[in-house]
Protein backbone atom coordinates (compact mmCIF):
# COMPACT_ATOMS: atom_id res chain seq x y z
CA UNK A 1 0.00 0.00 0.00
CA UNK A 2 2.55 2.41 0.84
CA UNK A 3 4.27 1.67 -2.80
CA UNK A 4 1.44 2.28 -4.58
CA UNK A 5 0.89 6.03 -2.54
CA UNK A 6 4.15 6.59 -2.94
CA UNK A 7 4.16 5.87 -7.03
CA UNK A 8 0.33 7.78 -6.78
CA UNK A 9 1.94 11.06 -5.45
CA UNK A 10 4.63 10.77 -7.75
CA UNK A 11 2.24 10.67 -10.52
CA UNK A 12 0.22 14.03 -9.18
CA UNK A 13 3.54 15.54 -8.39
CA UNK A 14 4.50 15.34 -12.54
CA UNK A 15 0.66 16.56 -13.49
CA UNK A 16 0.83 19.57 -11.17
CA UNK A 17 4.20 20.43 -11.31
CA UNK A 18 3.76 22.04 -15.23
CA UNK A 19 0.38 23.71 -13.78
CA UNK A 20 2.12 24.96 -10.96
CA UNK A 21 5.14 26.84 -13.14
CA UNK A 22 2.76 28.38 -15.76
CA UNK A 23 0.61 29.55 -12.56
CA UNK A 24 -0.30 33.29 -14.17
CA UNK A 25 -1.02 36.34 -11.79
CA UNK A 26 -4.21 38.00 -12.41
CA UNK A 27 -5.35 41.67 -11.68
CA UNK A 28 -9.03 43.07 -11.73
CA UNK A 29 -9.18 46.39 -12.55
CA UNK A 30 -8.74 49.92 -14.43
CA UNK A 31 -6.38 52.72 -14.85
CA UNK A 32 -7.16 55.88 -16.93
CA UNK A 33 -5.11 58.29 -18.43
CA UNK A 34 -4.48 60.35 -21.56
CA UNK A 35 -4.50 57.40 -23.70
CA UNK A 36 -7.93 56.30 -22.22
CA UNK A 37 -9.09 53.79 -19.86
CA UNK A 38 -6.87 50.47 -19.48
CA UNK A 39 -8.61 47.09 -18.84
CA UNK A 40 -6.02 45.95 -16.36
CA UNK A 41 -6.32 41.90 -16.01
CA UNK A 42 -2.97 40.59 -16.13
CA UNK A 43 -0.25 40.69 -13.21
CA UNK A 44 3.39 39.84 -13.16
CA UNK A 45 5.99 40.54 -10.59
CA UNK A 46 9.92 40.37 -10.45
CA UNK A 47 11.67 40.18 -6.85
CA UNK A 48 14.66 42.82 -6.74
CA UNK A 49 17.51 41.97 -4.37
CA UNK A 50 19.60 45.07 -5.55
CA UNK A 51 22.93 43.32 -5.62
CA UNK A 52 24.35 45.92 -7.69
CA UNK A 53 23.59 48.80 -5.60
CA UNK A 54 21.28 50.57 -8.21
CA UNK A 55 18.06 51.18 -6.74
CA UNK A 56 17.03 54.17 -5.40
CA UNK A 57 15.58 52.69 -2.55
CA UNK A 58 16.91 49.13 -1.78
CA UNK A 59 15.24 45.89 -2.54
CA UNK A 60 11.90 46.58 -4.57
CA UNK A 61 8.73 44.64 -6.08
CA UNK A 62 8.70 45.30 -9.84
CA UNK A 63 4.97 44.53 -11.01
CA UNK A 64 2.91 45.10 -13.92
CA UNK A 65 -0.54 45.16 -14.53
CA UNK A 66 -1.67 45.08 -17.82
CA UNK A 67 -4.04 44.48 -20.38
CA UNK A 68 -2.78 41.48 -22.26
CA UNK A 69 -0.55 38.75 -20.77
CA UNK A 70 3.28 39.50 -20.08
CA UNK A 71 5.87 37.13 -19.36
CA UNK A 72 7.82 37.24 -16.22
CA UNK A 73 11.45 37.73 -18.90
CA UNK A 74 9.93 41.14 -19.81
CA UNK A 75 10.62 42.89 -16.48
CA UNK A 76 14.14 41.75 -15.98
CA UNK A 77 16.79 43.97 -15.52
CA UNK A 78 17.62 46.99 -13.66
CA UNK A 79 16.73 49.76 -16.05
CA UNK A 80 14.76 49.56 -19.57
CA UNK A 81 13.30 46.30 -18.73
CA UNK A 82 11.48 44.59 -22.20
CA UNK A 83 8.27 45.67 -21.32
CA UNK A 84 8.76 48.97 -21.68
CA UNK A 85 9.88 48.19 -25.01
CA UNK A 86 6.63 46.05 -25.99
CA UNK A 87 4.85 49.12 -24.28
CA UNK A 88 6.58 51.36 -27.48
CA UNK A 89 5.53 48.56 -30.09
CA UNK A 90 1.79 48.58 -28.55
CA UNK A 91 2.14 45.28 -27.91
CA UNK A 92 1.07 45.92 -23.78
CA UNK A 93 -0.72 48.28 -22.65
CA UNK A 94 -1.30 48.97 -18.45
CA UNK A 95 0.71 50.06 -15.85
CA UNK A 96 4.54 49.16 -14.34
CA UNK A 97 4.95 49.72 -10.47
CA UNK A 98 8.43 49.27 -8.32
CA UNK A 99 7.92 49.84 -4.78
CA UNK A 100 9.41 48.23 -1.59
CA UNK A 101 8.60 44.88 -0.71
CA UNK A 102 7.56 45.58 3.03
CA UNK A 103 5.04 48.35 3.91
CA UNK A 104 5.39 50.53 0.85
CA UNK A 105 4.54 54.04 1.48
CA UNK A 106 5.72 55.22 -2.18
CA UNK A 107 5.87 53.78 -5.59
CA UNK A 108 7.83 54.89 -8.94
CA UNK A 109 4.86 54.33 -11.67
CA UNK A 110 5.29 53.74 -15.63
CA UNK A 111 2.74 53.92 -17.78
CA UNK A 112 2.72 51.37 -20.58
CA UNK A 113 1.58 53.16 -23.66
CA UNK A 114 3.68 54.42 -27.01
CA UNK A 115 4.57 57.99 -26.18
CA UNK A 116 3.74 60.51 -29.53
CA UNK A 117 6.91 60.86 -29.82
CA UNK A 118 9.20 57.74 -30.69
CA UNK A 119 12.83 59.48 -29.05
CA UNK A 120 10.41 60.01 -25.65
CA UNK A 121 10.54 58.07 -22.47
CA UNK A 122 7.66 56.71 -21.57
CA UNK A 123 5.41 58.85 -19.04
CA UNK A 124 6.79 57.89 -15.63
CA UNK A 125 5.86 59.14 -12.08
CA UNK A 126 5.88 58.85 -7.99
CA UNK A 127 3.02 57.99 -5.71
CA UNK A 128 3.13 58.34 -2.34
CA UNK A 129 1.55 57.75 1.14
CA UNK A 130 2.56 57.63 4.52
CA UNK A 131 -0.18 55.58 6.00
CA UNK A 132 0.36 53.68 3.42
CA UNK A 133 -0.20 53.06 -0.79
CA UNK A 134 -2.70 49.70 -0.41
CA UNK A 135 -5.68 49.30 1.20
CA UNK A 136 -4.39 45.62 1.42
CA UNK A 137 -1.31 44.45 0.66
CA UNK A 138 0.90 41.12 1.37
CA UNK A 139 4.20 39.40 -0.30
CA UNK A 140 4.28 36.06 1.29
CA UNK A 141 5.08 32.40 0.42
CA UNK A 142 6.77 33.73 -3.14
CA UNK A 143 3.42 35.75 -4.17
CA UNK A 144 2.46 39.34 -3.93
CA UNK A 145 -0.80 40.95 -3.63
CA UNK A 146 -3.40 43.85 -2.96
CA UNK A 147 -5.71 46.33 -3.55
CA UNK A 148 -5.09 50.37 -4.80
CA UNK A 149 -8.04 52.50 -5.14
CA UNK A 150 -7.45 56.41 -6.06
CA UNK A 151 -8.86 58.91 -8.36
CA UNK A 152 -8.50 57.08 -12.00
CA UNK A 153 -6.98 54.12 -10.89
CA UNK A 154 -8.49 51.13 -8.95
CA UNK A 155 -7.23 47.30 -9.06
CA UNK A 156 -6.72 44.26 -7.28
CA UNK A 157 -3.90 41.91 -7.91
CA UNK A 158 -2.25 38.19 -6.80
CA UNK A 159 1.15 37.25 -8.64
CA UNK A 160 4.17 34.56 -8.24
CA UNK A 161 7.50 36.35 -7.57
CA UNK A 162 9.81 35.82 -10.24
CA UNK A 163 13.51 36.23 -9.46
CA UNK A 164 16.62 36.82 -11.56
CA UNK A 165 19.34 35.34 -9.16
CA UNK A 166 23.22 36.31 -9.26
CA UNK A 167 25.21 34.14 -11.43
CA UNK A 168 28.70 35.61 -10.60
CA UNK A 169 30.10 39.04 -9.57
CA UNK A 170 33.76 39.67 -11.36
CA UNK A 171 35.92 42.37 -10.62
CA UNK A 172 39.25 43.41 -12.54
CA UNK A 173 40.43 41.05 -15.85
CA UNK A 174 37.72 38.73 -15.20
CA UNK A 175 35.42 41.30 -15.76
CA UNK A 176 37.10 42.46 -18.48
CA UNK A 177 37.06 39.25 -20.36
CA UNK A 178 33.29 38.46 -19.67
CA UNK A 179 30.80 37.89 -22.50
CA UNK A 180 28.64 40.86 -21.72
CA UNK A 181 31.74 43.07 -21.97
CA UNK A 182 32.31 41.73 -25.37
CA UNK A 183 28.88 42.57 -26.60
CA UNK A 184 29.24 46.09 -25.17
CA UNK A 185 32.87 46.43 -27.49
CA UNK A 186 30.87 44.86 -30.05
CA UNK A 187 28.59 47.38 -30.36
CA UNK A 188 30.51 50.28 -29.79
CA UNK A 189 32.90 49.36 -32.68
CA UNK A 190 30.13 49.22 -35.23
CA UNK A 191 29.14 52.72 -33.61
CA UNK A 192 32.59 53.95 -34.38
CA UNK A 193 32.37 52.24 -38.09
CA UNK A 194 28.89 53.94 -38.33
CA UNK A 195 27.72 50.66 -38.76
CA UNK A 196 23.57 50.88 -38.02
CA UNK A 197 22.72 46.82 -38.54
CA UNK A 198 26.07 45.90 -36.64
CA UNK A 199 25.14 47.64 -33.74
CA UNK A 200 21.26 46.43 -33.72
CA UNK A 201 22.88 42.54 -33.90
CA UNK A 202 23.85 43.09 -30.53
CA UNK A 203 21.57 45.40 -29.22
CA UNK A 204 18.11 43.78 -27.15
CA UNK A 205 14.77 44.16 -28.91
CA UNK A 206 14.06 46.75 -25.83
CA UNK A 207 17.32 49.04 -26.58
CA UNK A 208 16.68 52.44 -27.15
CA UNK A 209 18.96 52.64 -29.93
CA UNK A 210 16.41 50.77 -32.07
CA UNK A 211 14.43 54.25 -32.01
CA UNK A 212 17.40 56.34 -32.94
CA UNK A 213 17.08 57.52 -36.65
CA UNK A 214 19.65 56.63 -38.79
CA UNK A 215 21.35 60.03 -39.63
CA UNK A 216 21.74 60.73 -35.81
CA UNK A 217 23.34 57.12 -35.65
CA UNK A 218 25.89 58.67 -38.18
CA UNK A 219 27.29 61.16 -35.44
CA UNK A 220 27.78 58.58 -32.92
CA UNK A 221 31.30 57.67 -33.60
CA UNK A 222 32.80 60.22 -30.76
CA UNK A 223 30.08 58.24 -28.20
CA UNK A 224 31.70 54.79 -29.57
CA UNK A 225 35.17 56.01 -29.24
CA UNK A 226 34.87 57.16 -25.79
CA UNK A 227 32.71 53.87 -25.02
CA UNK A 228 35.77 51.70 -26.09
CA UNK A 229 37.93 54.05 -23.81
CA UNK A 230 35.68 53.29 -20.58
CA UNK A 231 35.33 49.52 -21.29
CA UNK A 232 39.31 48.79 -21.19
CA UNK A 233 38.93 49.57 -17.48
CA UNK A 234 35.86 47.98 -16.44
CA UNK A 235 35.58 47.86 -13.21
CA UNK A 236 33.14 45.19 -11.75
CA UNK A 237 30.39 42.94 -13.96
CA UNK A 238 27.49 41.31 -12.53
CA UNK A 239 25.93 38.28 -14.36
CA UNK A 240 22.30 37.09 -13.51
CA UNK A 241 20.61 34.15 -14.95
CA UNK A 242 19.09 36.22 -17.48
CA UNK A 243 20.60 40.01 -17.15
CA UNK A 244 24.12 41.46 -16.69
CA UNK A 245 25.24 45.42 -14.80
CA UNK A 246 28.82 45.69 -16.25
CA UNK A 247 30.29 49.49 -14.06
CA UNK A 248 32.40 51.32 -15.97
CA UNK A 249 35.40 53.51 -14.68
CA UNK A 250 33.84 57.00 -14.20
CA UNK A 251 31.77 57.04 -11.09
CA UNK A 252 27.93 56.20 -11.68
CA UNK A 253 28.60 55.03 -15.23
CA UNK A 254 26.82 51.34 -16.21
CA UNK A 255 25.63 49.04 -18.89
CA UNK A 256 22.74 47.06 -18.75
CA UNK A 257 22.40 44.05 -21.14
CA UNK A 258 19.85 40.93 -21.12
CA UNK A 259 19.88 37.08 -22.69
CA UNK A 260 18.11 37.26 -25.31
CA UNK A 261 18.36 33.99 -28.10
CA UNK A 262 20.87 33.01 -25.93
CA UNK A 263 23.11 35.41 -26.49
CA UNK A 264 23.90 38.80 -24.39
CA UNK A 265 22.79 41.96 -25.97
CA UNK A 266 22.69 45.29 -24.74
CA UNK A 267 19.93 47.03 -23.47
CA UNK A 268 20.93 50.40 -23.32
Do not use: C
Not at 29 to 35: L, M, N, S
Not at 56 to 79: F, I, M, W
Not at 94 to 109: D, N, R, S, V, Y
Not at 214 to 225: L, S, T, V
Amino acid sequence: MAVRAAAFAAVLALVAGPALALDPGVASGTFKGDAGTIELRHAVALSQDNAEGLLDDGPQVRLVLSQEEVPPEALYGVVFPPVTGLARKQAVHGIMLEFAPKAPTQMHMVILAKPDDPQATLTNGSLSNSEGLFKRFQVSGGRVSGAYESDGMTFTFDAPLATDPVQADLKGPAAAASEPVKALIARAEAIVRGDLAGALAVSAESSNLRNVPPDQFKQAAPMGREMLKQLKVTKRVVIREHTAVVFGAEHGSFSTLVREGGAWKVAD
